[in-house]
């Protein structure tokens, strides 16, 4: 299993930027794929997660900023970030696991496969 990040980039606060995820070796549509965050020095934060059902769950300090999608045609997950904030500067990772159950879905721990990461670098 490979999952791809890309998308990062410089941003002035305002912005957008959308992030992919693309994925490979695995049957892409009944997984779960979310969206972590690590500035350094700290833990890896959730961000989001879709579940193969298509539901979706945020953290509270990206909801209504941050969508997060897939299309299982393309084995791709996004991230569309909008209004960004300085706060929002860090490495994000893509993460999949097919069997996580809902209570574990913001454990960075309980996802089996990983991104490389891309970096988001917001501009005050």
């Known amino acids: 299993v490979q999952l791809q990040a890309s998308g990062g980039g410089l941003v002035q606060a305002g912005g957008s930027l959308r992030l992919s995820c693309a994925a490979s070796?695995?049957?892409?549509?009944?997984?779960?794929l979310a969206w972590f965050r690590q500035t350094p020095g700290k833990e890896r934060e959730f961000v989001a997660c879709i579940r193969y059902s298509g539901t979706t769950y945020y953290a509270d300090s990206v909801k209504g900023r941050f969508t997060i999608s897939r299309d299982n045609t393309k084995n791709t997950v996004y991230l569309q970030m909008n209004s960004l904030k300085p706060e929002d500067t860090a490495v994000y990772y893509c993460?999949?696991?097919?069997?996580?159950?809902?209570?574990?879905?913001?454990?960075?721990?309980?996802?089996?496969?990983w991104g490389q990461g891309t970096q988001v670098t917001v501009s005050s």
């Open positions: 993460a999949g696991d097919r069997q996580i159950i809902l209570s574990s879905i913001r454990n960075a721990d309980d996802y089996d496969y």
């Open positions: 070796g695995l049957t892409f549509s009944r997984y779960t």
